[in-house]
């Protein structure tokens, strides 16, 4: 009897070995198969759509990429392009057969980087202020399609000028940006901020400033900006002084003017009396020394003073002898 009961207690130990066994074997395969079940589903999805915000300065050249997809799993490649409010342009590249189509795209600019089936990317070259708007490519593949998109902002860098006005006050200006620039003064003043908006897309942005503290003579503005930082310094008493140099020289400037007026007027005046003066005097001989030799050539080619001179000299030598035979006798 003892025996028996022995033997029972081993065969009941024996099959609850076996089934404890086969539990944790069964539950092992079920969890293997869950995990490469769970791999495979993960591997299958696609991933969510990726959007990136792409900032591009002007006249730069930009390169678009695809999602990392090895090309021997491509099917379909296809760009989507919004601009504006003109219909979206479509770029297409089937691998099979290796062709390229295009819808709605007449911009020049937009090519492909590279061969489509190896490199799929679009190219940018130059980027204008009319490229703005959003960019996706698709990649379709046997397992699911893949994403990117581009959200493309056109930078346009401003020109900044500063330069002083009247009052202790001085204007600094960023020009055409694109978008608007930010100003801040140093020290900070009674600024007024003002903007203008160009029909492509650029903004100047303006910040006049004014000083009522004369202790204040050297003022900066710094303009911020997506391209950009910059600064400038102007000093304010040297052009206060330079405006009240130019204000006395302006009201002094016209008594100048009178005073040489005058003056040129007057040495006309004492130069005048003095012609008239010398002008009037007689002048001793100039009459006989004009008329002299008048009165020469008149002697030597006038054959009656010839003449007449003759027989005056020859009464004078009669006279002369005539006083002598007188004197003798």
Same mark, same amino acid.
């Given at each position: 009897?003892?025996?028996?009961?022995?033997?029972?207690?081993?065969?009941?130990?024996?099959?609850?070995?076996?089934?404890?066994?086969?539990?944790?074997?069964?539950?092992?395969?079920?969890?293997?198969?869950?995990?490469?079940?769970?791999?495979?589903?993960?591997?299958?999805?696609?991933?969510?759509?990726?959007?990136?915000?792409?900032?591009?300065?002007?006249? %730069?050249?930009? &390169?678009? #990429?695809?999602?990392?997809?090895?090309?021997? $799993? =491509?099917? @379909?490649?296809?760009?989507?392009? *919004?601009?504006?409010?003109?219909?979206?342009?479509?770029?297409?590249?089937?691998?099979?057969?290796?062709?390229?189509?295009?819808?709605?795209?007449?911009?020049?600019?937009?090519?492909?980087?590279?061969?489509?089936?190896?490199?799929?990317?679009?190219?940018?070259?130059?980027?204008?202020?009319?490229?703005?708007?959003?960019?996706?490519?698709?990649?379709?593949?046997?397992?699911?399609?893949?994403?990117?998109?581009?959200?493309?902002?056109?930078?346009?860098?401003?020109?900044?000028?500063?330069?002083?006005?009247?009052?202790?006050?001085?204007?600094?200006?960023?020009?055409?940006?694109?978008?608007?620039?930010?100003?801040?003064?140093?020290?900070?003043?009674?600024?007024?901020?003002?903007?203008?908006?160009?029909?492509?897309? %650029?903004?100047? &942005?303006? #910040?006049?400033?004014?000083?009522?503290?004369? $202790? =204040?003579? @050297?003022?900066?503005?710094?303009? *911020?900006?997506?391209?950009?930082?910059?600064?400038?310094?102007?000093?304010?008493?040297?052009?206060?002084?330079?405006?009240?140099?130019?204000?006395?020289?302006?009201?002094?400037?016209?008594?100048?003017?009178?005073?040489?007026?005058?003056?040129?007027?007057?040495?006309?005046?004492?130069?005048?009396?003095?012609?008239?003066?010398?002008?009037?005097?007689?002048?001793?001989?100039?009459?006989?020394?004009?008329?002299?030799?008048?009165?020469?050539?008149?002697?030597?080619?006038?054959?009656?003073?010839?003449?007449?001179?003759?027989?005056?000299?020859?009464?004078?030598?009669?006279?002369?002898?005539?006083?002598?035979?007188?004197?003798?006798?």
């Amino acid at each position: 009897m003892p025996c028996s009961w022995r033997t029972s207690d081993l065969q009941l130990l024996l099959m609850l070995t076996v089934f404890l066994v086969a539990e944790c074997i069964s539950a092992s395969s079920n969890s293997t198969q869950q995990l490469v079940s769970s791999r495979n589903r993960n591997s299958s999805q696609p991933p969510v759509e990726v959007d990136i915000s792409l900032p591009v300065l002007v006249d %730069t050249k930009a &390169v678009l #990429s695809c999602p990392p997809i090895l090309s021997t $799993n =491509v099917l @379909i490649t296809t760009w989507e392009i *919004f601009v504006g409010d003109k219909p979206p342009c479509i770029r297409t590249h089937r691998r099979d057969p290796n062709k390229i189509s295009k819808i709605n795209c007449t911009d020049e600019r937009m090519t492909w980087l590279y061969r489509p089936d190896q490199i799929p990317a679009l190219q940018i070259d130059p980027v204008a202020i009319t490229h703005e708007g959003y960019y996706r490519c698709t990649v379709a593949t046997p397992i699911g399609n893949f994403h990117h998109g581009y959200q493309l902002q056109v930078l346009v860098a401003p020109e900044v000028t500063l330069f002083q006005s009247e009052h202790r006050s001085a204007v600094c200006k960023a020009v055409s940006g694109r978008p608007a620039a930010r100003i801040s003064w140093t020290p900070e003043g009674d600024c007024v901020p003002a903007y203008e908006y160009w029909s492509n897309g %650029t903004v100047t &942005v303006q #910040s006049m400033c004014h000083w009522a503290d004369g $202790n =204040v003579s @050297i003022v900066s503005c710094s303009v *911020f900006h997506e391209t950009g930082n910059w600064s400038r310094s102007i000093e304010l008493n040297p052009g206060a002084k330079t405006s009240k140099t130019l204000i006395i020289l302006y009201s002094i400037l016209p008594i100048i003017i009178v005073v040489i007026m005058g003056f040129v007027w007057l040495l006309k005046i004492i130069g005048c009396r003095k012609y008239k003066l010398k002008k009037t005097e007689p002048t001793p001989g100039v009459e006989e020394d004009e008329m002299q030799p008048y009165a020469s050539y008149t002697e030597k080619n006038n054959p009656l003073y010839d003449t007449t001179n003759r027989v005056k000299t020859s009464q004078v030598l009669q006279n002369e002898v005539d006083g002598m035979n007188i004197h003798t006798l």
